[in-house]
């Protein structure tokens, strides 16, 4: 078994690859109407177009059994989100990242900086996408 990726079912599409090429730093590798690609290295994060489905049915062709848990993009993209699973971004430089998620003004409920130790010493700061998505920032970080 191989990891391929993770996605995101997302409302407004282009808002969100905005905010990703923004805050990943990168172009999306590879896009269509209905789904985008970042590619780090094999380690990918993706988009859906979570009204693609709904907006065009006549392009969408399935087979099989529907399921609306896994298959209504549409509703799945509007439901509130639960937070329960993290983006988590490693940089070089914890407060040079920081400084430039800020300056984007970009990042919903930014934190600041802060510290857990519980086996090892640990600096992260959070923020939201678009869509509620937490996101998780951790790097090398000196403590003045």
């Known amino acids: 078994m191989r990891y391929t990726s993770i996605y995101l079912i997302v409302k407004d ?4 690859l905005d905010f990703y090429e923004k805050i990943l730093d990168m172009k999306v590798s590879v896009l269509n109407e209905r789904f985008a690609i970042f590619d780090n290295n ?12 709904v907006n065009y049915p006549e392009r969408v062709k399935t087979k099989g059994e529907y399921y609306p848990e896994y298959d209504d993009t549409h509703k799945i993209a509007e439901k509130e989100n639960s937070k329960k699973v993290f983006i988590n971004i ?9 400084l430039r998620i800020k300056e984007l003004d970009i990042a919903g409920n930014l934190t600041p900086i802060r510290y857990i130790e519980v086996y090892s010493p ?19 970080y000196f403590d003045n």
Request: with cysteine; net charge negative.
């Open 13 to 16: 599409f282009r808002k969100s």
């Open 42 to 53: 094999g380690l990918n994060i993706c988009l859906m177009n979570g009204l693609f489905d």
């Open 90 to 98: 490693g940089v070089h430089d914890l407060q040079k990242e920081y």
């Open 122 to 140: 640990y600096y992260y700061f959070t923020f939201e996408d678009p869509d509620g998505n937490p996101i998780e920032i951790t790097g090398k």
